[in-house]
């Protein structure tokens, strides 16, 4: 089992920045891919970005050009640089970690962070 737990989530405004970490204890072995994910009231959790071992990384085209994806893997952590926030990145923000790249229900999740981007 992998544990998560997520920190620097917080109030901002529009068009500021936050930084996002996530750590990663346990069977740290496994894990090939990490993420963000997120879920704003009444709305699906969606993807926001990953990140394999290898340093290849993929995120949603509504915060490409905002959002960077890190991981430190010698401290077994992932971040999420946020720059140029909107009121609707507004969402929790939940990190991801485990096997699978493409199947974040089959890893394990965090306890969420929220991020508020409001005026």
């Known amino acids: 089992q992998v544990q998560l737990v997520e920190s620097g989530g917080g109030l901002v405004q529009p068009g500021g920045s936050l930084r996002l970490s996530c750590a990663a204890s346990?069977?740290?072995?496994?894990?090939?891919?990490m993420g963000w994910y997120r879920q704003a009231p009444g709305k699906q959790r969606e993807l926001v970005a990953t990140i394999t071992s290898t340093g290849r990384t993929n995120s949603a085209d509504g915060v490409k050009g905002r959002f960077t994806i890190s991981r430190d893997g010698a401290k077994n952590t992932v971040y999420l640089q946020m720059n140029s926030l909107k009121p609707e990145d507004t969402a929790v923000y939940y990190c991801?970690?485990?096997?699978?790249?493409?199947?974040?229900?089959?890893?394990?999740w965090g306890q969420g962070t929220q991020v508020t981007v409001s005026s």
């Open positions: 991801n970690a485990g096997m699978s790249l493409t199947r974040a229900g089959a890893n394990s």
């Open positions: 346990g069977s740290i072995f496994s894990i090939y891919a």
